[in-house]
């Protein structure tokens, strides 16, 4: 296993990812992939989508082992939910 050293700083990273999918991703997987994910490499703007994290960054590091990752969760401001689910459900 290669551990990537990253390099651009947390803040540039996440502007750089949300860039991109704001840019040229948002459109084309909107509305008909909500809840999966989007691994998007921050340096050459190539990405994958799949309903699992890791298959779909193992797919983008396939295309290039040295990316640099950033993954969204499309439809969503998180890619992870931590604590009770609070959402309505009927019987």
């Known amino acids: 296993m290669v551990i990537r050293q990253p390099r651009y700083s947390k803040e540039e990273f996440a502007q750089r990812g ?40 193992a797919r983008l590091e396939a295309r290039n082992p040295n990316a640099q990752i950033w993954i969204v969760r499309v439809g969503s401001r998180y890619v992870r939910r931590f604590g009770a689910d609070h959402t309505q459900r009927t019987a």
Request: glycine share 4%.
């Open 18 to 57: 949300d860039e991109i999918y704001e840019r040229e991703v948002r459109r084309l997987v909107e509305p008909d992939h909500i809840g999966q994910i989007v691994a998007i490499d921050i340096e050459t703007g190539a990405w994958e989508i799949d309903a699992d994290e890791i298959a779909a960054c």
